[in-house]
């Protein structure tokens, strides 16, 4: 495989990999590691512009973690709540270490990772990890487009530029999605939703009107991974909102490939009313512990509706707190903007390191991916004017403002 950094030109097709910083645990026992696909897309930027993202050096004050990597790269994040003296002995632990998944080297530094608020040094750690990479590549890269996230309360970021890839124009973007001090994640410009500054750097690119595989997490969800044998490469998409050829061209390089793989075509429904639904039980359960709390009598009472509240926060609400009702609504739960892309990801089964929310990282699982990415892309060419007329035919015409009023 032949990759080169280029600087930034038309480009027929685009790749984007996202880091969901502390979106590692929802309700029913789902997990995920939400900085997969950041590390899919990180590996396959390696590839054209070998870095040493190791970290070099980590320093702490009350409120902010800073990290530098031997490759130059350098950035920083706020935690509402501060660093204890404790944790900044906890942090000097990932001096030397490094990892194309942000949040795996942050499950090495701290054992587990809670969003939502509950692990905020965790969540900053791993936010000025992934920033630090951005920065590494913003410098090192031929040309590249960088900004901030401009939603409400994120202390996200986005970097683009192209690649050639076997003689092939590629553009991608690595996105960063994350709650200021800590809390989050906010994933309002998830996936290839061109809102606010991602979707002024996607207009500039024309990445809003191309082909586009959406890379993301590996997971574990109870209802699919039941009779799950080994970790699959996973496939989703709506045939009816998004782009089947996409979707098929990824399930076909799969099946020459001999990869396990699972895929649905009926992912995704858009007009979900499941996300307000869901936040509706999180309000009503809310509701009824403050009730029993405000009516109790005894520190054991009191104790276990703290236990019940503390387990809502760290875990069920992840199942609602990442994304507006509003643009769920248009995009569900990948961030899909309608007609471009689809997803690819990661499905494991069954295992006691899903127990203890470890989802693990696979250095083999990256490098496979790569090889799929290339031959998908190959196949969506191939197939271009197909691929042109189902964007033609379902792209939603929306500015990135009208779409950052909806956040």
């Known amino acids: 495989?032949?990759?080169?950094?280029?600087?930034?030109?038309?480009?027929?097709?685009?790749?984007?990999g996202h880091n969901g910083v502390g979106h590692a645990v929802s309700h029913s026992g789902f997990r995920q590691d939400d900085s997969y696909g950041f590390a899919m897309l990180v590996n396959m930027l390696q590839l054209c512009v070998p870095l040493d993202l190791t970290i070099k050096n980590i320093w702490t004050d009350t409120y902010g973690i800073e990290?530098?990597?031997?490759?130059?790269?350098?950035?920083?994040?706020?935690?509402?709540r501060g660093v204890s003296f404790a944790e900044k002995e906890l942090l000097k632990n990932a001096l030397g270490l490094s990892s194309y998944a942000p949040q795996n080297l942050a499950m090495k530094i701290f054992g587990r990772i809670y969003g939502q608020g509950v692990n905020e040094v965790c969540s900053a750690f791993n936010l000025a990890y992934s920033k630090a990479i951005l920065d590494s590549y913003r410098t090192a890269w031929t040309e590249?487009?960088?900004?901030?996230?401009?939603?409400?309360?994120?202390?996200?970021?986005?970097?683009a530029g192209c690649m050639r890839m076997n003689g092939q124009v590629v553009a991608w973007m690595l996105t960063v999605n994350a709650g200021?001090?800590?809390?989050?994640?906010?994933?309002?410009?998830?996936?290839?939703?061109?809102?606010?500054?991602k979707g002024e750097i996607m207009q500039k690119m024309g990445m809003d009107t191309i082909p586009t595989i959406v890379l993301e997490s590996r997971a574990y969800v109870p209802a699919l991974s039941k009779g799950l044998k080994e970790a699959s490469f996973w496939v989703r998409w709506n045939k009816e909102y998004d782009n089947s050829v996409v979707g098929k061209a990824l399930v076909q390089v799969l099946?020459?490939?001999?990869?396990?793989?699972?895929?649905?075509?009926?992912?995704?429904m858009r007009n979900d009313l499941s996300l307000e639904k869901e936040s509706e039980r999180i309000g009503q359960c809310l509701i009824e512990l403050g009730k029993q709390y405000k009516q109790s009598q005894t520190s054991a009472e009191r104790v276990e509706i703290a236990g019940i509240l503390a387990q809502l926060v760290s875990e069920d609400m992840g199942g609602s707190i990442f994304m507006s009702n509003k643009l769920f609504a248009l995009t569900a739960g990948g961030g899909l903007f309608p007609g471009l892309a689809a997803v690819f990801s990661v499905l494991v089964p069954y295992s006691e390191y899903v127990v203890t929310q470890q989802i693990d990282y696979r250095k083999k699982e990256i490098e496979q991916s790569a090889l799929v990415l290339v031959k998908a892309i190959q196949y969506i060419l191939e197939h271009y004017a197909e691929t042109l007329?189902?964007?033609k035919?379902?792209?939603?015409?929306?500015s990135s403002v009208e779409l950052l009023q909806l956040s």
């Open 67 to 80: 990290i530098e990597l031997i490759c130059g790269g350098r950035a920083k994040a706020y935690v509402r």
């Open 1 to 16: 495989m032949d990759f080169t950094a280029i600087e930034i030109k038309p480009a027929k097709i685009a790749l984007m």
């Open 144 to 159: 590249t487009h960088y900004a901030e996230d401009t939603i409400s309360n994120s202390a996200g970021a986005f970097l």
């Open 180 to 197: 200021q001090g800590g809390l989050g994640p906010i994933e309002d410009s998830e996936g290839n939703i061109p809102i606010g500054s």
């Open 255 to 268: 099946k020459e490939e001999s990869l396990p793989y699972v895929f649905s075509d009926d992912a995704y």
């Open 393 to 398: 035919r379902k792209r939603m015409v929306i």
């Open 389 to 391: 007329e189902e964007i």
